[in-house]
């Protein structure tokens, strides 16, 4: 409600109504200097950070950028980082984006402002709002470069609690969840990157016959054959985005295997009704996209593991022999040096094409069909793991959201 005047939860003891404050009365708006980049040295001690160093709202960011060993210890200590600060981008493409940020071996550059309060947690969420955001684009002024000045951010005002120890405990709040959702980004981060190791040690590297890194028992060579002599080939048929309904018939489009869908693909959430002429998947099809934005997009590929789900048009369909694992093509497809020769075929500038005529001619090299399939569940395990883990982030943000709707007017 507009004159709503206290949150839907608050915490326990506090019952006064909220006011409407500006940012310049919960804290002290500076700017930074304009340093001369005569000045700048790359043994200095301090780091320069400007506009360019705030690009997200990551509590402690590590930057590497331009370095300064002013003379002057006043300038050192007027704009020297240590402690506490959020940072606002004041002009360029960022304009408006905010971060917390502390580093004692920092100095504040010029158009780059710097807020200051014992209620620092609590601002932050003010200003990490689409609402601070939308707000200084829209009072930005200039022609090739827009800006905004200190009065500007010190102006903007929000509703918020009368007393210091509210804002404190709301801050502090949001700071653990914040804290905590970093800690799951970079399970998540770290878990992916895993997958990309395995993935470069697992597979031969190009001239080579076998992989660095092999499942126990497995040893020889791996075989090398033309994929056209390992499989059948075919296309999807039909279907646009416009055609999708909220039920219906499972159905993939080619343009969600760049989003939606890991190596391999067990549940769909999309539908359409159902047309004739419909291409239906029987399992274990390995799908790649006809056409593309670009050739490293297009070298993709995933294996379809339910039947009865609808192959959309601008697919290749690849239904291997006995003497390939079906996810293990896939994976192979995506990476390394198959991923490489397809990127290489791939042809087109706006949009680019890759036809089952080059899916045929690509070298396929492969071991015997249980070490395929032992590759394939590995990675079928990981995938599975890294989807489970960008759930968990995805509820945590979700939660963030609510607990910001229902603590903030």
């Known amino acids: 409600m507009k004159d709503q005047l206290i ?5 326990e003891g506090y019952t006064e109504d909220w006011e409407q404050r500006k940012l310049g009365e919960l804290g002290i708006v500076t700017t930074g200097k304009a340093f001369s980049s005569t000045e700048f040295d790359k043994n200095g001690k301090y780091l320069v950070i400007t506009n360019k160093d705030i690009s997200d709202s990551s509590r402690s960011k590590n930057t590497e950028t331009d370095k300064i060993t002013p003379r002057d210890k006043n300038i050192i200590e007027k704009f020297n980082l240590s402690g506490k600060n959020i940072l606002v981008t004041m002009d360029g493409v960022n304009l408006g984006k905010t971060a917390l940020y502390s580093n004692e071996d920092a ?3 010029q158009r780059v402002g710097r807020i200051q309060s014992s209620c620092l947690d609590f601002i932050f969420q003010l200003t990490i709002n689409r609402t601070f955001l939308i707000k200084m684009q829209t009072l930005s002024v200039g022609n090739a470069i827009k800006h905004i000045s200190l009065s500007q951010i010190s102006n903007y005002s929000a509703m918020v609690p009368k007393t210091d120890e509210e804002q404190i405990k709301i801050g502090n709040f949001f700071k653990q969840l914040d804290e905590t959702i970093t800690l799951q980004e970079r399970k998540l981060n770290l878990l992916k990157e895993q997958k990309k190791g395995y993935l470069q040690k697992m597979f031969p590297k190009k001239n080579e016959k076998f992989p660095e890194l092999r499942f126990e028992g497995f040893t020889g060579d791996w075989e090398q054959r033309k994929l056209g002599e390992l499989a059948r080939f075919s296309k999807g048929n039909g279907y646009t985005k416009s ?5 219906g018939t499972p159905i993939i489009l080619y343009g969600s295997l760049y989003t939606n869908y890991q190596s391999s693909i ?5 539908y359409v009704e159902l047309k004739e002429k419909s291409v239906i998947s ?3 099809e390995v799908i790649v996209p006809s056409s593309g934005e670009s050739s490293e997009d297009i070298s993709r590929a995933s294996v379809v593991d339910t039947a009865g789900i609808i192959l959309g048009g601008d697919l290749n369909i690849i239904k291997v022999t006995d003497l390939i694992n079906p996810l293990f093509l896939a994976l192979t497809i995506s ?6 020769e397809l990127s290489k075929r791939a042809q087109g500038k706006s ?3 890759l036809n089952n ?8 090299i492969f071991p015997k069909t249980e070490e395929q399939t032992k590759i394939g569940n590995f990675f079928k395990q990981l995938d599975e793991t890294i989807t489970l883990q960008e759930q968990q982030l995805e509820k945590m943000k979700e939660m963030k959201k609510g607990f910001l709707q229902k603590l903030f007017i």
Do not use: C, E, M, Y
């Open 243 to 247: 055609d999708l309904i909220d039920s």
């Open 335 to 340: 990476n390394g040096t198959q991923q490489k």
């Open 266 to 270: 067990s549940k769909v959430k999309t």
């Open 107 to 109: 100095l504040l550059a």
């Open 357 to 364: 005529s080059d899916l045929k001619s690509v070298n396929l």
């Open 282 to 284: 029987k399992g274990n």
């Open 351 to 353: 949009v680019v094409h």
């Open 7 to 11: 949150p839907d939860i608050r915490f």
